[in-house]
């Protein structure tokens, strides 16, 4: 997911023109305004609808004991009354042999009509979040729960479950992330439970009806049309989504690096159907650069699509359908790395999605260095310094792994490509991108953890990573904040150059890293030496065949750090 501040959005245009001009003006917007919607409605999520005592009641225990295989999906629109009308049936595995009840969330707002067990009527009891189902025989290790249903969802979170117009035309979008699918339709709405789906979706005739993987019908139901998505690869239930509205679409071909052809839809409403040909076009070229880097497009049996929407505050990487705010398209490719973002999601956060909301970096933070690593292959390496330098920042408000009510802040963003860009100087561009493409491997269409990443990293690279991340993603709050002073005395026509630092960071006691340091004389000579950190303050001692002018810390930015000369 990508968001911005909207209310900025012309000032933050104005200011990055002048710093960028035509190369990317978005990653300066993304490190001058935060990545939240704004600050009262990040709060407000943050206190009122997610945190950790309340995720746990929503994810019981017991759920752990369902293995979700598929959902089938049919789902009725009302857009006069704003009414949905569901039908869906969950295949299932139950790994407990003595579990005698199917926890389901789901929102006690909707009306139960019926629930079955393999098309036998079945008892339930309700909860706020939870349909708790009686089985029908302690002896069912698999089963087809059938549950129809019909009501007015609950638009939470980000915006759940919409319903609005445009233009005079009903419009309705869904966005779940991080725990809201139940707020329309029953699930195990836990993000490493992912599942096959056949998405049915019935809306007015005017209405075009997108959702994941791939079209296989669009049936005529009276004055109504039924347009039916089958996606053949597991997805998280955060990512199941729905857009319906007057859309008009177009399409490019794409030639994966496997031979295959995908199909590249996508849909704009009429009056900006123009801008959205311009700003959509480049995207052949960011599946190239992302299939040289990580490897083959996970979905490419499927589709690979964008649609405009209503959600104002950014960009949502629903699994093949991403779906970007119409404020966002301008027909000016202001928003490059909006679409770069969520194409990327596809490789880390919905092919590897993460074991737990704890391991949320996984996500934003891959996807947020995606964008400095495409501008890196389409402008050089001083254009991946300059999208990283953007997405610098202090980071003192917490930890990257498990950020609690705090997932779609700029720490999870920003210093989680921060780490990663450090991960690959420590363990070296080779090993790196080797990683990369291992841990997709071992982990495509599953879930990850930071562990799992470590150990992945650990084994290509044959390097002990404890200590890194330990500091950069576990424990450690802030980032380095190093102070240095330097002098000689010349002797015998050599230099006797001492060197002096001191970390003064709170976040973290010691970190322990190498560092490259830059030695410069006269008539714009200079030598680099590494030296590697590891105590609170330390004492560099060499000899220098000519007189030092200027010491400069970390000259190609690799660091998150700050660093103070006492010299000045």
């Known amino acids: 997911m990508k968001q911005k501040n909207v209310i900025y959005l012309f000032l933050s245009f104005l200011i990055c023109t002048l710093i960028v001009g035509s ?53 009725d629109l009302d857009t006069q009354k704003k009414k ?40 339930f009891s309700r909860e706020t979040k939870i349909l708790s189902i009686q089985k029908n025989s302690i002896e069912q290790d698999s089963v087809k729960v059938r549950i129809i249903y019909s009501g007015t ?74 347009y039916h998505w089958k996606t053949i690869y597991p997805i998280s239930t955060y990512l199941i989504a729905i857009y319906s509205g007057k859309y008009k679409s177009f399409s490019q071909k794409y030639v994966s690096v496997t031979k295959d052809t995908l199909n590249l839809t996508y849909y704009a409403f009429e009056s900006n159907l123009e801008n959205a040909r311009k700003d959509f076009s480049d995207h052949p070229e960011y599946f190239k650069v992302f299939e040289e880097i990580f490897g083959e497009y996970p979905f490419v049996k499927e589709k ?23 404020n966002f398209v301008g027909g000016n490719k202001f928003f490059t790395d909006v679409l770069v973002h969520e194409l990327a999601h596809h490789w880390w956060g919905n092919a590897v999605g993460p074991k737990t909301w704890k391991d949320i970096w996984l996500n934003e ?11 890196e292959v389409i402008a050089g390496h001083k254009a991946l310094q300059t999208t990283i330098n953007a997405k610098f920042g202090t980071f003192n408000d917490g930890k990257l792994y498990d950020p609690g009510d705090a997932l779609f802040g700029t720490l999870i963003y920003n210093k989680g490509a921060w780490v990663l860009h450090m991960l690959r100087k420590e363990i070296g561009d080779e090993k790196f991108f080797l990683a990369l493409k291992e841990y997709l491997k071992l982990y495509k269409y599953s879930n990850a953890s ?18 890194f991340f330990n500091q950069w993603v576990y424990n450690g709050e802030g980032i380095i904040e190093l102070a240095y002073d330097w002098s000689f005395e010349e002797a015998n026509s050599e230099f006797s150059f001492v060197l002096n630092t001191e970390q003064l960071q709170n976040g973290y006691d010691i970190y322990k890293f190498p560092v490259e340091v830059k030695i410069i004389y006269d008539e714009n000579e200079s030598e ?4 590697r950190i590891e105590n609170r303050r330390q004492r560099f001692n060499f000899i220098l065949k000519k007189k030092p002018k200027n010491v400069l810390f970390d000259p190609d930015k690799w660091l998150l750090a700050t660093f103070e000369s006492r010299n000045d």
């Not at 690979?304 to 119409?326: D, K, N, P, R």
């Open 304 to 326: 690979y699509s964008v649609a405009e929407f209503l959600w104002q505050y950014g960009a949502m990487e629903h699994q093949t359908i991403t779906g970007i705010g119409s």
């Open 23 to 75: 190369y990317s003006i978005y990653y300066i917007i993304q490190n001058s305004f935060a990545l939240g919607l704004s600050n009262a409605y990040s709060a407000g999520l943050a206190l009122k609808e997610f945190n950790a005592e309340k995720l746990a009641k929503y994810n019981p225990s017991t759920q752990r004991a369902l293995d979700v295989i598929h959902y089938l999906l049919k789902i």
């Open 365 to 375: 933070g891959f996807a947020t260095y995606s964008e400095a690593l495409y501008w």
């Open 450 to 467: 930071t562990n799992d990443f470590k150990k992945v990293c650990e084994k290509v690279s044959g390097i002990k990573l404890n200590q």
């Open 84 to 123: 949905i009308s569901g039908d869906v049936t969950i295949t299932m595995n139950i790994n407990d042999p003595n579990a005698k009840l199917i926890p389901i969330n789901f929102y006690d707002n909707m009306v139960v009509k019926s629930v079955q067990i393999n098309g036998v009527e079945a008892r």
């Open 153 to 226: 969802p609950k638009s939470l979170g980000f915006g759940s479950f919409n319903f609005e117009t445009h233009q005079n035309h009903p419009f309705v979008y869904t966005l779940n992330e991080p725990v809201f699918a139940s707020t329309w339709f029953p699930c195990v709405d836990l993000p490493d439970d992912k599942a096959q789906a056949d998405i049915y979706i019935t809306n007015d005739s005017c209405c075009v009806s997108i959702s994941n993987g791939r079209l296989i019908s669009i049936k005529d139901v009276g004055i109504k049309k039924t």
């Open 528 to 531: 680099t030496k590494i030296l």
